[in-house]
Each structure stands twice: as structure tokens, then as C-alpha cells.
């Protein structure tokens, strides 16, 4: 483990230092495309404004015989694309893979100075975030690359999940961490098929009802509650996160059809504290972009608070509530995180600018 002392050191002669902090850089959705795909290719140009993040996916869901096409195609729209306030990431294939080592030999001299994130599946332990940061900063150093590629870690073996307090703070790098529910499931050995998302067998029943005569009626009809799959991890993650500094995302929601189950799912995970998830679909970065901000009603609210509350101590009551300075803190968690996003999206800004505090 590097000592206190080194951990901003840079890891190769010439590499860029390392940052100090992550900076909080609007991630509401990040949109996955494959590179190698020329239609999608042919709508990253026109998608930059409208997405917070574009990720050019190298790893599962690029046929192995495609790998090598869609890492060109990544490098020319790398090239080619003004991304202006959009981020530029990339998923690179994991890393016991026989494309990763061409990966990022090839794109770090090529486009090194455009890519802001690189995702790196599979990652078991802080072993694989420090084999990656070496990597990088030789390459960033060759390269002459002056600010540091990030890194952003898929949360999807269960050693990931038991090591997860480590991989957030391996690296000064670290960006965040992203959930990975279908390789994760599978490597735990759960009983899913899917990608994200609930399950109707998960589930808890309503008690059975008391007889008169003694006895319960188990006959009946009883109502049944779906339960959170990932809670448990979704939690793990977000403590992990936060206790690094680094920001926490849900995955990806398979069922591209189901926008209203993939809403739900997007707003547990932002009420549990994440600040983004994936879009698979053009259709899912619209709903990422309303989950991830907040509401109105909430920024209202949280502004009355903090405006209440004075220089944020003490206690107040507003609207029949108790506010203290524990409840400022979650406010202002909640206008910070609006004002980041005001301003990059014009929309927001006048719809926050337009609330009036009563
Ligand atoms: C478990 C994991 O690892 S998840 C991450 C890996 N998976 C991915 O990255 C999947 C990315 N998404 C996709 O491959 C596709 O969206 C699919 C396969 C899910 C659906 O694709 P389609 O059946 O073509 O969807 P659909 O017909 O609705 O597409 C409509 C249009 O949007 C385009 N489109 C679809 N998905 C995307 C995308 N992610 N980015 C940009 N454009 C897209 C299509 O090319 C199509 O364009 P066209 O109107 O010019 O013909
Ligand atoms: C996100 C991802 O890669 C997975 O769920 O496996
Ligand atoms: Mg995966």
C-alpha cells in the first residue's frame, strides 16, 4: 500500500499529478454506444449537449469479432468530436482479456487528451486499479498527456463487492464506481436472467390473517411487496464512495421498453445517493437527466431550510417539522448538487432561477 506521502505522486517519469479531488462534473446518464456501430457512430456528434457523458463501450455487448473495429471507430470519433460540455469516457475490455493491453496502448497515444473517464470492468480488488494507474501514467507520460485519465471501476464480481472500501480509494484517479448487476449476478450465482432491475420472486408476503375461531387463514389472497435486489450492494457502494470522495452510479437497466420500472429504479439509487446511472437507449438519458436532478419542490424546500435555519445550527420548526443543522446539511447537499447542474443545462437553471422562497 503507497504511504500517505506518495499517494499524489505521479506513478511514471513525466505523467500528469494526480488530482486532489474528483471534480463533481454533471453524470446524470452515461450514455453507452458502440463505436463500431455506424449508426450509432453517426449520432455522437449531434448527442453532444444532451447527455452529461458518451461512452464508446469496447467490452461486452462488441462482438469479439468486432472488438478490433470499434476500437478504431473510437479513435476517429475521439478525433473528429468536439465534445464541449459532454464528457468523453470509454469502457475498456476487462482485464484478463486478450483486446485490453491494445486498448489502451492505442487510445491513450491517440485520443489520451480527450478521454476524461476509463472504465474498467470486472475490477476484483485494488491489484487490478493499481495495475491500471501504472499503465496509464507510462502511457500519459509517452503520450505527453497533461491532465490525468480518470478511472471509473464496474462493480460486478462478488470479490468487487467484499473488496469494494479498497478499489474506491486504491488511486487518486478513482472517479467512481458503477454497479454491474448481470455479471455480478451471474458471478454470485443468483438465480436472475436479466440485466438490472427487480424481481417478482423477490418479494415479501402480507401476514395471513387471523381466524376467530384461533389459527391464521393461509387460503386467502395476501398482498405482496417486490423487494430490492441490490440493495444490499447498492448500499455498500454508495458508503464506499462517499467515505473516498468519489461518486457512486446504478448500472445499466435492461428492459429498455419498461421506462417506468427504469424511472424507479434510477430514483432509488439517487435517493440512496448516487448522482447518475447508464442509458442504453437514447430513450433512457431523458429519464437519467430527470431523476438525476432534483425536483423543484425539492431545491424549494431545501432553500426555505437553509434560509430558516439561519447560520445552520440550532432548531427551528417549518410546516410542522423539526429542521436542525442535520437537516441543512442534507438541504444543501441538495442545492449544491442543483447549482453543479444549473449550471450546464440552461432548462434547469430557469426553472431553479424561477423559485420563489416563500
Ligand atoms: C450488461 C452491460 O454490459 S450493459 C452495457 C453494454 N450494452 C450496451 O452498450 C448496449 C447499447 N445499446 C444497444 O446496443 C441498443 O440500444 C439495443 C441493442 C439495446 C437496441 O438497439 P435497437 O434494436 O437498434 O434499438 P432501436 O431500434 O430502438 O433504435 C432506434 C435508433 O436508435 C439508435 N440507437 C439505439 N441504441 C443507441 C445507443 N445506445 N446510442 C446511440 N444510438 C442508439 C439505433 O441505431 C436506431 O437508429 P436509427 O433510427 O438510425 O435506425
Ligand atoms: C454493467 C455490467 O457490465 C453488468 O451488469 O454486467
Ligand atoms: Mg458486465
Known amino acids: 500500500m503507497r504511504t500517505a506521502k506518495d499517494f499524489f505522486a505521479p506513478l511514471a517519469v513525466g505523467a500528469p499529478a494526480p488530482v486532489r479531488e474528483i471534480p463533481a462534473r454533471p453524470s446524470r446518464a452515461i450514455h453507452f454506444f458502440d463505436p463500431g456501430n455506424p449508426k450509432m457512430a453517426a449520432k455522437v456528434p449531434d448527442m453532444v449537449g444532451t447527455v452529461d457523458v458518451l461512452l464508446g463501450n469496447l467490452e461486452d455487448a462488441v462482438k469479439a469479432e468486432n472488438k478490433e473495429i470499434s ?28 483486446w485490453v493491453l491494445d486498448d489502451l496502448t492505442t487510445l491513450v497515444p491517440a485520443i489520451g487528451d480527450k478521454l476524461d473517464v476509463i472504465m474498467v470492468p470486472k475490477v476484483q480488488g485494488a491489484e487490478d486499479i493499481h495495475y491500471v494507474d501504472r499503465l496509464l501514467a507510462q502511457l500519459e507520460a509517452k503520450a505527453g498527456i497533461t491532465k490525468p485519465i480518470l478511472i471509473h471501476a464496474i462493480l460486478e464480481t462478488a470479490r468487487g463487492v467484499a473488496n469494494v472500501e479498497e478499489i474506491c480509494g486504491a488511486s487518486p484517479r478513482m472517479q467512481g464506481i458503477s454497479l454491474g448487476p448481470a455479471d455480478l449476478a451471474a458471478d454470485r450465482r443468483m438465480k436472475t436472467t436479466r440485466v438490472g432491475g427487480g424481481h417478482p420472486g423477490y418479494l415479501v408476503r402480507q401476514d395471513a390473517p387471523a381466524l376467530a375461531e384461533g389459527g391464521y387463514d393461509f387460503t386467502g389472497q395476501r398482498a405482496i411487496f417486490q423487494q430490492d435486489l441490490w440493495h444490499y450492494t447498492m448500499a455498500r457502494m454508495v458508503d464506499a464512495c462517499a467515505m473516498h470522495g468519489i461518486y457512486a452510479y446504478y448500472g445499466p437497466f435492461g428492459d429498455i421498453k419498461d421506462t417506468v420500472a427504469c424511472e424507479d429504479q434510477f430514483r432509488n439509487a439517487f435517493l440512496m445517493g448516487c448522482v447518475g446511472a447508464w442509458s442504453l437507449h437514447p430513450v433512457q438519458i431523458k429519464i437519467a437527466n ?28 417549518l410546516d410542522g417539522k423539526m429542521e436542525d443543522d442535520a437537516s441543512v446539511k442534507q438541504c444543501k447537499v441538495m442545492v449544491d448538487l442543483a447549482e453543479e447542474l444549473a449550471a450546464n443545462d440552461p432548462e434547469l437553471k430557469a426553472k431553479y432561477d424561477a423559485i420563489v422562497v416563500d
Not at 81 to 96: A, E, H, K, M, Y
Not at 295 to 310: L, Y
Open 71 to 98: 476500437r478504431e471507430g473510437l479513435v476517429k470519433i475521439g478525433r473528429d468530436v468536439d465534445f464541449g460540455p459532454t464528457q468523453f469516457w470509454t469502457r475498456i475490455n476487462s482485464l484478463d482479456s486478450p
Open 290 to 317: 430527470k431523476v438525476f436532478s432534483p425536483s423543484v419542490e425539492d431545491v424549494k424546500h431545501a432553500r426555505r431550510v437553509i434560509a430558516a435555519m439561519g447560520d445552520g445550527t440550532g432548531a427551528v420548526m
